[in-house]
């Protein structure tokens, strides 16, 4: 338990704080609400325990190894992030069903797999508490991380979806919609600017 509770302490806000993937799972619960989100959240999600089994038994190695291709990932993942709000800006210029932008699965699976953050969050968490889940749960404490990690992002993410969703209805006139659509792509956009300006490749680009 002492554990758990130190584990939750450092991963809560990590995994509850605006990140992009958040404020995606917010648009996307504005505009199409919580039950056609699921796909959305299912493939950043399985992307996010893909990430944990393969670092938990080893890549983090790989990781630490090359940090250049994390700053790569970074850039291609805010290149991406910019389209998404550029997309949700145009779609914003209306109400209708038609007109409303919907994320899938593989949109999820695309957001997490260049999402450089996301890396290095799950780097973090088995830097900071593989030995304590091994002494705790033995050969199991790398699973039991895993599994940790993965209820906190799904129950997170849905939260996030239904925050955006009671949002859109608190605001369910079309001009109040729209500007809460836009408010939303402008915070990914503002978001996917700071990853590109703190990359270490843009850094160097400027300095030269």
């Known amino acids: 338990m002492s554990l758990f509770i130190m584990w939750l302490g450092v991963m809560f806000p990590l995994v509850f704080s605006p990140g992009p993937a958040n404020i995606v799972f917010a648009m996307s619960g504005a505009q199409v609400g919580v039950k056609r ?28 190894a090359y940090p250049g291709a994390m700053n790569i990932l970074q850039l291609i993942g805010a290149t991406y992030l910019v389209y998404l ?67 906190l992002n799904i129950s997170i993410h849905l939260v996030w979806v239904k925050a955006g969703e009671l949002l859109s209805k608190v605001s369910s006139s079309p001009r109040y919609e729209k500007a809460l659509n836009l408010f939303y792509a402008s915070c990914l956009f503002l978001v996917s600017g700071w990853l590109i300006v703190d990359n270490e490749i843009w850094s160097q680009w400027v300095a030269a």
Do not use: C, H
């Open 37 to 64: 989100s699921i796909p959305l959240v299912a493939g950043v999600d399985l992307v996010f325990i893909i990430k944990s089994v393969i670092i938990g038994y080893g890549l983090g190695q790989v990781i630490n």
């Open 85 to 151: 709000s550029i997309k949700f800006m145009r779609s914003s210029g209306g109400s209708s069903e038609n007109n409303k932008e919907q994320l899938g699965f593989f949109d999820g699976l695309l957001i997490q797999v260049l999402n450089s953050k996301g890396w290095l969050m799950v780097l973090l968490m088995f830097t900071l508490f593989t030995e304590q889940a091994q002494q705790a749960f033995g050969e199991q404490g790398i699973l039991v991380l895993v599994i940790w990690l993965a209820l």
